[in-house]
Structures are given as C-alpha cells and as structure tokens.
C-alpha cells in the first residue's frame, strides 16, 4: 500500500520514533548521492518541517544537478523512503526468516535424513532488489555443494503484501523444468506442517533435477584456484568488483578508466588487481599459509585502523594518496563483501573520497596491462564458468617493478588545491594543458609567492601520481656533475659513472627504464650553460654520446625515445616523450635564463603566475579561507599593507600568509592588543629580503614615506635603521 501511495508512505515516516529518526539521520551525514537526498528529507522531517512529496522531488532534482550523471535515473521517491522505513524492522525480519529456515531444514532432515541444505546466502529480505526495497521477501533450500540458487532446484518460500507461494521453485539459471508451487492468500495463511508436507511431496522432483541435471562447480583452473579456494568465493568476489563498478559509473567494460590486472606478490600468491584511474582501489589474493582469500582495499586513513589486519604501508607503490590521507590495507574478505558491515559502508564513502579526488582522470595508466578476460567474468556472468575453469595465461601478470605511469595528456587539470581568481585559474590550467599536450616543458614564471612551487607540485600529481616525479632547487654551484653525471670512486677506488638529476629521471633505482618528471626550482638561480651542458641537445630532440664509459667500456648514451630501439643497453638512457621538466623562475632576478640558447628556450613555455590585480579586503578573506584562517581582524590592515607593497615590488600572497600568521601567533600568545601588533619585526622577517637589488631612490620612497602613511605600523624608527643599515641608505 505504501508503494501504491507516497503520501501515505511519507507520513508513516514522519510519525517513526524521532530517536530512531535522529540516528538514521546522523548516519547518512556526510553521504552523497541517494544517501544525501536521504539526509535531507531526514533533516527536514526533524526540523518540524511539513515536508511534502513535491518538496522531496525538488530536494531530489537539486542534489541530483550536483553530479555529471543522472544519480537518480532508476530511484522513485518509494525507493528513496524505503529505507527509512524498512530499516527500523530489517533485523527483525532477517532474524524470523532465519529462524524459519533453520526449522525447516531441521524438520525436513528428520523427515528425509539425505538432505543436505545450504546454511548461507539463503534468505533474501525486503532489501534484496539492489537497495531499491520491494514487497517480496523469500528463503530458498537447496543443495549444500551448488553455489547458488539460481543454478538449482530450491524448495521455496515466497511472501509479498498479497500471498505466500511454497514448493518447488527452479533457478533461473536453468531451464526446461516447471516450477510446482501452492499459493495461499493474507487470510488464509499455511501452517508449518503444511509447508514441509509439500516440501516432501516435491522432495523427488528436487532431487532428480539437481542430481542429472545439474553442472556442479567448474574446477578453478590458475589463477583463480590460487586466489579463491572455491569456486563460490570467486563467484561473490566478481559480483562484489560489479557493485564496485556500478558506484563508480562503470558500465561499459571497455571504459578505459579502469583496468583490472594479475601480479605476483611476496606474501601472497597471485592476485587480481582493480584499478581506478591511477591507483589501485581493490585487491584480491590467496594467501600462502592458510589458502584464504584476502582483500587488500583503499580505505580513507582515519577509518583505516578500524579495518586493517596487520597496518598498512603508506609508501605502497599503488598508493597515490599519500597527502589525502587514503592508504591500502588488506581486510576480512567476508565483512568487506558483507553490504551490512561497516568496514563494505567505509570502503564505498572512500570510492566516493577517490571518485571526487580523480575526477579529473579519464584513463587509468594500468590499461596497457588491462586482461579483459577479468572484465568479462564481471560484466558477463554467464561466462565466468568458462573462464574460471580455463584460465589466464601467467605471461600476461604485469611486472610490478617495471611499471611507469603512461601519462594522459587529455586529462582535466584541477586546481582545487590553490586558490587563484577564476580567471585567473582558467587561463593558467588552459596554458598548461595544452603546452604539456604540445610536448613543451614548462617554466612558471612570477613574483615571489604566487604559489610557483605549490603549482609545479599539484601539475606533477595530477598527471604523473605522487611517486613519478622529484623536486629539486637549483644553485649557482650547479654543474654537469651535478645534472648528467661524472666519475666517482667506489670502495675499492676504482672509479665508476654516477648519474646525476637528470638521467636519474630516466632509470630506476634496479636500472629498469622509468619516466620521472623533474621540478625544477628557481631556475634562475643556476647557470644555465654550466649546470645544462649536453642536455641542450638532448631537450631538442638530438641523440647525445658523452665523454664517460660504463663499466663495459661503452660510451654515455642520451637517447629521444623516438630514436631508442627495441632493446635498450645497461649505458643507454632514453627520454621518454611524455618526460616533461616543469620549473618555476623568480622574476625578480632572471637574468641568467637569456643565457639559454634559443634551441633549448623553444622547448619551454613561459606561464606567468601572477598576483591579483585589484588588493582588497575581499580577495584577503578568500585567501584566508583557502588557508583555514576564520580570523579576519587583520584583513583591513593587512590589505592595506600589502598594496603599499606592491607598489614598491610585488609581493605574492604566500608572504602575506607568513605576516599574517606571525602577528595572529604572537596576538594568541601574548594577548596583545591589536592596535600595539608587532608589525615592524613581521616587515623586517617577511618583506625586506624581496627587496633585495631595488634602487635607493625606490627604497627610500618606501621606508621613509609610504610606510610612515599606515598608523598601525610601530616602531618605525627600527624599520628605517634596519633599512639603513641592511641596504646602505643614505636617509630620506
């Protein structure tokens, strides 16, 4: 009746225990998606909210236009209520359909001592239709050593809101075989004795279509019989990676943003890997000295210690989350696989966490390895008995070691990070794009702290992952040495080629070929024609042969992966091309980069990170905001402040970040007022190096007039001598 009338449905749940309604509703706080639309009928009921059908439809079609995908195509307002509802009784029902199952099967054992029956995956509660809830419920008997009872004969018990149909009921996986079943109506209910007489009626029908007819569990041939110890338990682990699937939008088996892969591990035996665009998100492995399966998932860092067995590693090589406190941990198979426990609730709110995270990814770099084999087992269940039984050729397990990142240049750059003003934002991720895409390395040009540093980071992450890219700092001692590599003594004094930052990009630390991208800081602080050397030609696309010879005699190889051929030697380094160097430059002191040769400039684009045009107390309380500041006392003055600067040299808003909490530190300790803030020392510690080379006559102007404008500067006295001194000027 509820189904027939959401009216009546609503105000059945508007009038539910309000602590039970409480609890539910904190349960789905945080929640997105069905979940959310839950929260919010729930916050709105508890409010005192005369909330109506029309309301909850509009409150669906708001949260729904958050999301690029119709979340809520196959939900009615029924099927988002159900739960509020159903979930005040669901253990009460699964408790009394258990219980009848039990007395069932011990009847019927009495009754016919050969029966042997299924105890688990044996009731299915209002719930089972996908969490969309429906009228029916239902418990089935069938054979212990079937798999499932969609491949057999079953004795059944069916109730829905008008009858219970019971007897003998056939798996839909079979056919040619009719179902023998007696229906009783609300009012005319059945007794037990009456059930398990027409289970004994039907008893020899059930035995003789599961005995003749029926194909047993194929035998698991590798690597599924080294990953699951039966056939049941890789069946649920394939259904478990298609809810997996369907939450993140996976649908068609050919996206490529996913991939599933086998690989050998130290611990366990082989595994199935389930990767998500550039991190692995589920794992599934037998392991060596029990043969069970084990799970090994990504799981938000703050839930993780609930759930792990045995801790976690945060410097796994498939873990790309290191800053955003994701990490991978091996759990219970069955509690995972279990939609009721609340380790499987931890692990889908962080696939949400990670959806969000890499929503910028349309790939995943784990393709090139991709076993469609796997895939088909998930999205094609009829086909799994022949591929559990035939197998997978071990040539195809991915060498785990070997692996580098195939970046994509397609992917949609995000800067939620950082904080520039829109347009701002949306010139610089256009830039880069498509200059990356176009095979330049990238110099991010600007004042000091704009966020250069923070930029080259976050570009790195996003299309390299965490773990493919290093940062250095140039100096002015750089050299050759330094960048390619020379001569060093080893222990026995004999000496031994030594590569330096540059070709470490291209080798790992097991000699294999690998593709890290460098970071380059303060590019301008090197010389460009000492520190670079050959590599000038190497960035143009030449081949370079150096004056140093490996331990076999061979000459130094730097090689455009273009010009490289199938086999690479122990002395060859190979550029890949999607090997990208992303530097930053001070604009205050650039003069060494016109030092370049036109050949190596015409490899890099210069992206300017500039600061805001227009300094106000508005656009300071949004910087406040993105640094997690709610204290906006300072804004006024501080605004104020950093105009006057700009005027003088422009300053980024990262040094403004630095004044700002000095003087909020040094308020909160010592409880100074604010009018008698020590702005002089935050000047001296913060402003006065950027000025570093301006002319006396701009100095000047600043320490002795500009400043002397703002009352809330003390001491300023201690400012101008400090200038004086630190400078050699010669007074106003």
């Given at each position: 009746s509820y189904k027939e009338d959401d009216d009546k449905f609503l105000n059945k749940i508007r009038n539910m225990d309000t602590d039970y309604l409480k609890e539910l509703r904190e349960d789905?706080?945080?929640?997105?998606?069905?979940?959310?639309?839950?929260?919010?009928?729930?916050?709105?009921i508890l409010s005192g909210d005369d909330l109506t059908i029309t309301e909850i439809e509009e409150i669906t079609d708001d949260i729904n236009d958050k999301y690029d995908t119709d979340i809520t195509k196959s939900w009615e307002t029924f099927n988002i209520l159900f739960y509020l509802y159903y979930s005040s009784f669901r253990n009460?029902?699964?408790y009394i359909l258990n219980e009848i199952h039990n007395m069932l099967r011990e009847k019927l054992k009495e009754e016919i001592p050969e029966s042997r029956f299924k105890v688990d995956d044996v009731i299915k509660d209002f719930y089972w239709n996908r969490g969309f809830g429906s009228d029916r419920c239902w418990l089935a008997l069938y054979p212990e050593d079937i798999d499932s009872h969609k491949k057999s004969a079953q004795l059944l018990i069916s109730m829905n809101g008008e009858k219970i149909d019971f007897g003998l009921f056939i798996g839909g996986d079979l056919s040619g075989f009719d179902p023998d079943l007696n229906s009783s109506k609300l009012n005319n209910l059945p007794d037990f004795k009456t059930v398990v007489d027409k289970f004994k009626a039907v008893y020899p029908q059930y035995k003789e279509i599961n005995d003749k007819n029926i194909i047993r569990p194929v035998v698991l041939a590798d690597p599924f019989k080294t990953i699951f110890n039966d056939y049941s338990i890789a069946d649920q682990a394939m259904d478990f990676i298609k809810s997996v699937c369907e939450h993140l939008d996976i649908n068609d088996p050919d996206n490529p943003i996913y991939s599933f892969t086998l690989r050998e591990h130290t611990s366990v035996r082989k595994g199935i890997h389930f990767n998500y665009t550039n991190a692995l998100i589920l794992g599934f492995y037998g392991e060596i000295n029990t043969d069970e399966t084990m799970a090994r998932i990504a799981l938000l860092k703050d839930e993780a210690e609930d759930f792990c067995l045995g801790g976690y590693n945060?410097?796994?090589l498939f873990n790309h989350f290191k800053e955003e406190e994701v990490v991978l941990c091996y759990v219970s198979f069955d509690e995972l696989i279990n939609q009721d426990s609340e380790l499987h609730k931890a692990y889908f709110k962080t696939l949400d966490f990670i959806k969000d995270y890499n929503s910028s990814y349309n790939s995943t770099p784990y393709r090139n390895y991709h076993i469609e084999e796997i895939a088909n087992a998930v999205f094609k269940p009829d086909t799994r008995d022949e591929i559990f039984s035939t197998g997978i050729d071990?040539?195809?397990?991915?060498?785990?070691?070997?692996?580098?990142?195939?970046?994509?240049?397609?992917i949609k750059l995000e800067l939620n990070n950082l904080h520039f003003p829109e347009a701002e934002k949306s010139r610089l991720i256009n830039q880069i794009r498509i200059n990356l895409k176009q095979g330049k390395h990238i110099i991010l040009t600007g004042p000091p702290g704009t966020g250069k540093s923070k930029?080259?980071?976050?570009?790195?992450?996003?299309y390299v992952g965490e773990k493919y890219f290093k940062m250095v700092t140039a100096t002015s001692d750089w050299s050759t040495f330094d960048t390619i590599g020379g001569y060093r003594p080893d222990k026995d004094n004999q000496l031994y080629f030594s590569s330096g930052i540059f070709l470490d990009c291209f080798k790992s630390d097991d000699l294999e070929l690998a593709n890290n991208w460098l970071i380059i800081d303060e590019i301008n602080r090197a010389d460009i024609d000492k520190a670079f050397g050959p590599l000038f030609s190497a960035l143009t696309g030449d081949s370079i042969k150096l004056s140093f010879k490996d331990s076999q005699g061979k000459s130094i190889e730097i090689i455009p992966e273009e010009e490289s051929g199938e086999a690479i030697e122990s002395h060859q380094y190979i550029i890949p091309e999607d090997w990208r160097i992303i530097a930053?430059?001070?604009?205050?002191?650039k003069t060494s980069l016109y030092e370049m040769s036109y050949a190596f400039m015409r490899r890099f684009a210069f992206i300017p990170v500039v600061i805001p045009d227009k300094i106000n107390d508005d656009l300071l309380k949004e910087y406040l905001d993105c640094w997690n500041i709610d204290d906006y006392s300072l804004v006024n003055q501080l605004s104020e402040l950093w105009e006057v600067i700009n005027e003088t040299r422009p300053i980024g808003p990262a040094i403004v970040e630095d004044i700002y909490q000095f003087l909020l530190e040094q308020n909160g300790d010592s409880g100074i007022e604010k009018a008698q803030l020590d702005y002089t020392s935050a000047i001296i510690n913060y402003v006065l190096p950027q000025f570093e080379g301006l002319p006396q006559e701009e100095l000047n102007k600043f320490f002795y007039n500009r400043l002397e404008e703002l009352d809330f500067i003390n001491d300023l006295d201690v400012i101008q001598r400090f200038a004086n001194d630190y400078f050699h000027l010669g007074g106003s």
């Open positions: 789905y706080r945080g929640e997105k998606k069905i979940k959310e639309i839950r929260f919010e009928i729930l916050d709105r009460q029902v699964d945060e410097d796994d071990d040539e195809i397990i991915d060498p785990v070691n070997n692996f580098e990142p195939v970046i994509d240049f397609n930029l080259a980071k976050e570009i790195c992450k996003q930053t430059m001070n604009t205050f002191d």
